[in-house]
């Protein structure tokens, strides 16, 4: 039997305003390395077959030289545009990936990623058509008003927090993502949301890890300095 195919498709086409720097978050040092580089070399040592990397317009020239060539990073398929919007860089990133079986969609700021996440993401995308890792949450969550008043607070043993990677069978996303973009619909913040929207599939849920966390302000760098040094991409 033919060898399904698996892609994954890095997103490093975020401004980061939040960082309080004029350099995009993806490019920020980390431990002597670009942010994006160490998502990138996961999926470089796992199990995918090829990886499309989403830069912003300006960047793609940049990556090419200072990341894919600079790091030797050999299953970087392609390089392409992002979109204005996050879900129209993944777009732009699966028109790429036209012929693979199953798509991994990972957000660069994620550097804490491992190969172990890798793995069981394609063995539950194999199994189920999309999955998503994450964690359970571990405080107590409060659903408010328009006044910022509480009104629920649901059970937390049925909330997780989601991460990336997020994974699908190829024709689901690439279907969801047509039906989404027919309507017009812009109040999307993941991809698990669309799949579930667009053409009602559910995702299952799979253990991510608490360092797993997404590089949003300029204290979260020195959380995830500490995580890699400690464990070598590993907590």
């Known amino acids: 039997m033919e060898k399904e195919h698996v892609t994954a498709i890095v997103l490093a086409a975020g401004t980061g305003s939040r960082m309080q720097s004029d350099v995009p978050k993806q490019y920020m040092e980390l431990n002597g390395k670009p942010v994006l580089y160490y998502s990138l070399q996961v999926f470089e040592d796992s199990a995918v077959d090829d990886i499309i990397l989403v ?34 860089s993944v777009r732009n990133g699966l028109n790429a990936a036209k012929g693979t079986d199953y798509v991994l969609i990972h957000d660069a700021a994620r550097p804490c990623l491992t190969n172990d996440m890798i793995e069981d993401s394609i063995v539950w995308v194999k199994k189920t058509g999309a999955c998503t890792v994450g964690v359970p949450v571990k405080d107590t969550i409060k659903i408010v008003d328009e006044n910022q008043l509480g009104v629920e607070t649901p059970p937390r043993n049925f909330l997780w927090q989601v991460q990336t990677p997020q994974s699908f069978l190829y024709e689901d996303i690439m279907k969801a993502y047509a039906l989404m973009e027919q309507s017009g619909d812009s109040d999307i913040t993941d991809d698990t949301m669309i799949i579930e929207r667009y053409i009602g599939k559910k995702t299952k849920l799979i253990m991510g890890d608490y360092c797993n966390i997404k590089i949003t302000t300029p204290e979260d760098l020195s959380v995830a300095e500490n995580f890699l040094k400690k464990s070598k991409k590993s907590c």
Do not use: H, M, N, T
Request: with cysteine; net charge neutral; aromatic share 12%.
């Open 55 to 88: 830069v912003s317009k300006d960047d793609v020239s940049y990556c090419k030289k200072e990341i894919v060539d600079a790091f030797d990073l050999k299953k970087i398929k392609c390089i392409v545009e992002g979109g204005s919007e996050r879900y129209w």
